[in-house]
Protein backbone atom coordinates (compact mmCIF):
# COMPACT_ATOMS: atom_id res chain seq x y z
CA UNK A 1 0.00 0.00 0.00
CA UNK A 2 1.28 3.57 -0.27
CA UNK A 3 3.97 4.55 2.17
CA UNK A 4 5.55 7.87 2.72
CA UNK A 5 8.54 8.53 4.80
CA UNK A 6 10.45 11.83 5.78
CA UNK A 7 13.91 12.37 6.30
CA UNK A 8 16.53 14.86 6.67
CA UNK A 9 15.57 16.90 9.31
CA UNK A 10 17.24 18.49 12.09
CA UNK A 11 18.77 21.75 13.79
CA UNK A 12 20.68 24.39 11.37
CA UNK A 13 21.48 27.97 12.37
CA UNK A 14 19.65 31.11 10.43
CA UNK A 15 20.94 30.95 7.15
CA UNK A 16 22.00 27.67 6.62
CA UNK A 17 20.22 24.92 4.49
CA UNK A 18 18.93 21.62 4.68
CA UNK A 19 17.30 18.78 1.71
CA UNK A 20 14.45 17.02 2.91
CA UNK A 21 12.99 13.49 1.67
CA UNK A 22 10.18 11.67 1.38
CA UNK A 23 10.89 8.01 0.20
CA UNK A 24 7.40 6.50 -1.37
CA UNK A 25 6.61 2.97 -1.96
CA UNK A 26 3.16 1.47 -3.21
CA UNK A 27 2.82 3.83 -6.14
CA UNK A 28 4.26 6.19 -8.84
CA UNK A 29 4.51 9.56 -8.82
CA UNK A 30 2.16 9.60 -13.05
CA UNK A 31 -1.28 10.22 -11.85
CA UNK A 32 -0.25 11.75 -8.11
CA UNK A 33 0.52 15.08 -7.00
CA UNK A 34 2.80 15.09 -4.10
CA UNK A 35 3.22 18.35 -1.64
CA UNK A 36 4.88 19.44 1.32
CA UNK A 37 3.36 20.84 4.31
CA UNK A 38 4.65 22.17 7.83
CA UNK A 39 2.79 22.81 11.04
CA UNK A 40 4.75 25.01 13.61
CA UNK A 41 3.52 24.71 17.48
CA UNK A 42 -0.11 26.92 18.04
CA UNK A 43 -0.18 27.30 14.08
CA UNK A 44 -2.43 25.93 11.61
CA UNK A 45 -0.73 22.93 9.18
CA UNK A 46 0.50 25.15 6.08
CA UNK A 47 0.86 23.68 2.55
CA UNK A 48 4.25 24.81 1.39
CA UNK A 49 4.60 23.55 -2.65
CA UNK A 50 3.62 20.85 -4.54
CA UNK A 51 4.28 18.92 -7.72
CA UNK A 52 2.27 17.05 -10.42
CA UNK A 53 2.34 13.81 -11.80
CA UNK A 54 4.02 15.73 -14.85
CA UNK A 55 6.77 17.31 -12.64
CA UNK A 56 4.91 20.92 -12.48
CA UNK A 57 5.92 22.52 -9.64
CA UNK A 58 4.38 24.91 -7.49
CA UNK A 59 5.39 26.58 -4.37
CA UNK A 60 2.28 28.49 -3.07
CA UNK A 61 3.49 29.95 0.20
CA UNK A 62 4.74 33.94 -0.01
CA UNK A 63 7.53 33.30 3.14
CA UNK A 64 9.12 30.30 1.19
CA UNK A 65 9.11 31.79 -2.63
CA UNK A 66 12.75 32.04 -3.69
CA UNK A 67 14.29 29.73 -1.31
CA UNK A 68 12.41 26.38 -1.18
CA UNK A 69 12.19 24.20 -4.45
CA UNK A 70 10.15 20.75 -4.58
CA UNK A 71 11.24 18.10 -6.86
CA UNK A 72 10.89 14.28 -7.47
CA UNK A 73 13.08 11.72 -8.68
CA UNK A 74 11.24 8.78 -10.03
CA UNK A 75 14.12 6.02 -10.68
CA UNK A 76 14.57 6.80 -6.81
CA UNK A 77 11.50 6.85 -5.41
CA UNK A 78 11.56 10.48 -3.99
CA UNK A 79 10.43 13.48 -3.31
CA UNK A 80 12.26 16.02 -2.27
CA UNK A 81 12.33 19.69 -0.34
CA UNK A 82 15.69 21.77 -0.92
CA UNK A 83 15.48 25.00 1.68
CA UNK A 84 18.24 27.59 1.74
CA UNK A 85 18.83 30.81 3.57
CA UNK A 86 16.70 29.35 6.82
CA UNK A 87 14.77 31.56 9.45
CA UNK A 88 13.71 30.65 12.16
CA UNK A 89 10.27 31.45 11.28
CA UNK A 90 10.91 28.09 9.20
CA UNK A 91 11.29 25.87 12.53
CA UNK A 92 8.12 23.43 11.91
CA UNK A 93 7.51 19.49 11.20
CA UNK A 94 7.60 19.20 7.91
CA UNK A 95 4.93 16.56 6.52
CA UNK A 96 4.99 14.70 2.67
CA UNK A 97 1.63 13.96 1.68
CA UNK A 98 0.46 12.62 -1.55
CA UNK A 99 -2.76 11.79 -3.67
CA UNK A 100 -4.07 10.54 -6.84
CA UNK A 101 -5.02 12.67 -9.12
CA UNK A 102 -7.21 12.74 -12.70
CA UNK A 103 -4.56 13.71 -15.19
CA UNK A 104 -0.88 14.76 -15.01
CA UNK A 105 -1.41 18.22 -15.15
CA UNK A 106 -3.85 18.70 -12.24
CA UNK A 107 -3.60 21.67 -10.01
CA UNK A 108 -2.39 20.26 -7.09
CA UNK A 109 -3.59 22.78 -4.47
CA UNK A 110 -7.53 21.65 -5.08
CA UNK A 111 -6.92 18.34 -4.17
CA UNK A 112 -7.43 16.75 -0.74
CA UNK A 113 -4.63 14.57 0.48
CA UNK A 114 -5.09 11.54 1.79
CA UNK A 115 -1.92 9.65 2.17
CA UNK A 116 0.60 11.28 5.06
CA UNK A 117 4.36 10.69 6.29
CA UNK A 118 5.21 10.93 9.71
CA UNK A 119 6.40 14.28 9.75
CA UNK A 120 10.44 15.56 9.90
CA UNK A 121 11.51 17.84 12.48
CA UNK A 122 13.24 21.31 11.01
CA UNK A 123 14.75 23.49 14.00
CA UNK A 124 16.25 26.81 12.98
CA UNK A 125 18.03 28.64 15.37
CA UNK A 126 19.23 32.45 15.75
Known amino acids: QVQLVESGGGSVQAGGSLRLSCSISGFAFSNYCMGWFRQAPGKEREGIAHINGGGIATVNADSVKGRFTISQDSAKSTLYLQMISLKPEDTAVYYC???????????????????WGQGTQVTVSS
Open 97 to 115: AAVRTASIYPTCELYHYDF
